[in-house]
């Protein structure tokens, strides 16, 4: 029981502290200039939201499907 309740309070140090640095660096970025690679992000960016990743992600997403439907679903009783 106590290993638990450790690994919790592990869980929500890590969880608050991760929020913390995301919030202190996003505000942070709100009051400098240009930072070296944005323009490299802004190309991935656009790069990862046109219409050709589209067409990727719905080919994924229609394999991923018809390769789960066609395989063997194995149901597990119990626990």
């Known amino acids: 029981m106590q290993v638990r309740r450790w690994i919790e309070r592990i869980s929500y140090a890590t969880l ?3 929020v913390w640095l995301t919030a202190s660096n996003a505000w942070a970025a709100g009051a400098g200039g240009a930072i070296p690679w ?3 992000l802004t ?3 656009n790069d990862l939201t ?3 990743a589209h067409a990727i992600t719905l080919g ?3 394999l991923a499907g018809l390769g789960w439907a066609h395989s ?3 149901r597990h009783v119990g626990a």
Do not use: Q
Request: net charge negative.
């Open 16 to 18: 608050s502290l991760g």
């Open 50 to 52: 046109g219409p050709v």
């Open 38 to 40: 944005d323009t490299t």
């Open 43 to 45: 190309t991935l960016s």
């Open 72 to 74: 063997e679903h194995v």
């Open 60 to 62: 994924g997403v229609v």
